[in-house]
């Protein structure tokens, strides 16, 4: 979805996996994993970019944004499960095992 969502985006300085590689952990802890918390987050996270000429979508530029009053409470929660590994928004690789 990160992916889908990064290729629409109109900023003169994005680049592939800006959202999806870069992004995902912090995204999913702004908004909780819920959809309309994170295009809330994006739409004003680029024009925030627009605005400042910078252009791209960043962790310091996001920081400077305000997401809803509930995805902003169980953030805190899920930033320190992401920071200990303990999860992830990443998709597991698959382990090949020999013969």
Do not use: W
Not at 13 to 26: E, I, Q
Not at 36 to 47: E, F, K, P, V
């Amino acid at each position: 979805m990160l992916l889908a969502l990064e290729q629409r985006l109109v900023l003169a300085d994005k680049h592939p996996g800006m959202l999806a590689d870069d992004l995902s952990d912090y995204l999913f802890a702004r908004s909780t994993g819920h959809i309309g918390s994170l295009m809330t987050l994006i739409n004003r996270g680029c024009q925030r970019a627009i605005r400042n000429g910078e252009e791209r979508l960043s962790r310091s530029l996001l920081d400077e944004v305000k997401n809803d009053e509930a995805s902003e409470k169980a953030r805190q929660e899920l930033e320190a499960a992401l920071e200990k590994r303990r999860l992830t928004s990443r998709p597991q690789r698959a382990v090949r095992q020999s013969a």
